[in-house]
């Protein structure tokens, strides 16, 4: 079956823009999860949906982070007023139930210039 | 602040030898600890899992030992093959949770060699 797929795989953008990044997990997962990795550092987890409702949402750095999942399918990661720092590989997991082992997509690598 | 150490950020080994790698947990409330491997563009594959209510987990190759006293765990691989050679992160949820948010150590690189 399809694993994780994360759109687009690449995203370079001005410090500033706003970006939309798009994961759509293993269908039939409910629990889906996003982390954020810098270079030489392991997965920081930002936000974790259970169905459609964000069940915790306390590694998002700051406001102008957001993500939605309205369909309890899809996600989307949106990062407003995009800053150099934000430069990373986003990271789209699924789970079955929220239980057990994260399966990840490919990850998405965003720079911001 | 790191709640998953995995302090050696290498390891080379010889084919056929064994690969143990490391990892350290601060947290004392974590309960259910996950190794996963990635090769470059790639997302980290789930490689195998281990509860804290067992010692010992096997799967083909790969081992994971827990000593929940010393809250250290370590994954063997025996025989280490070239394909093994990727950057291995040590995960670790707390107790009580949904598997909600895993913490994840720094990785370690690990490069099999002929």
């Known amino acids: 079956g399809a694993g994780v797929s994360q759109t687009p795989s690449n995203k370079v953008t001005e410090k500033g823009k706003y970006v939309e990044l798009r994961c759509d997990p293993i269908?039939?997962?409910?629990?889906l999860y996003w982390y954020r990795q810098s270079l030489g550092q392991g997965p920081e987890f930002l936000i974790y949906?259970?169905?459609?409702?964000?069940?915790?949402d306390s590694g998002l750095p700051n406001d102008r982070f957001f993500a939605v999942r309205p369909e309890g399918s899809v996600s989307t990661l949106k990062i407003q007023r995009t800053e150099r720092g934000d430069s990373a590989v986003y990271l789209c997991?699924?789970?079955?139930?929220?239980?057990?082992?994260?399966?990840f997509g490919p990850g998405t690598r965003l720079t911001v210039t | 602040d790191q709640q998953v150490k995995q302090n050696s950020p290498s390891l080379s080994v010889q084919e056929g030898r064994i690969s143990i790698l490391n990892c350290d947990y601060t947290?004392?409330?974590?309960?259910?600890f996950l190794w996963y491997k990635k090769y470059p563009a790639e997302g980290p594959t789930f490689l195998i899992s281990?509860?804290?209510?067992?010692d010992k987990n096997e799967d083909g190759r790969f081992t994971v030992f827990l000593n929940k006293s010393a809250k250290h765990l370590s994954l063997h691989i025996v025989p280490s093959q070239p394909g093994d050679s990727a950057v291995y992160f040590c995960?670790?949820?707390?107790?009580?949770?949904?598997?909600?948010?895993?913490?994840f150590g720094r990785g370690t690189q690990l490069t099999v060699w002929p």
């Open positions: 949906f259970q169905g459609t409702g964000a069940a915790d």
């Open positions: 997991a699924s789970s079955e139930q929220g239980m057990g082992e994260q399966y």
């Open positions: 281990i509860s804290s209510i067992k």
């Open positions: 947290n004392s409330m974590f309960d259910y």
């Open positions: 995960a670790a949820a707390p107790r009580g949770s949904t598997l909600g948010r895993l913490y």
């Open positions: 269908s039939g997962h409910t629990a």
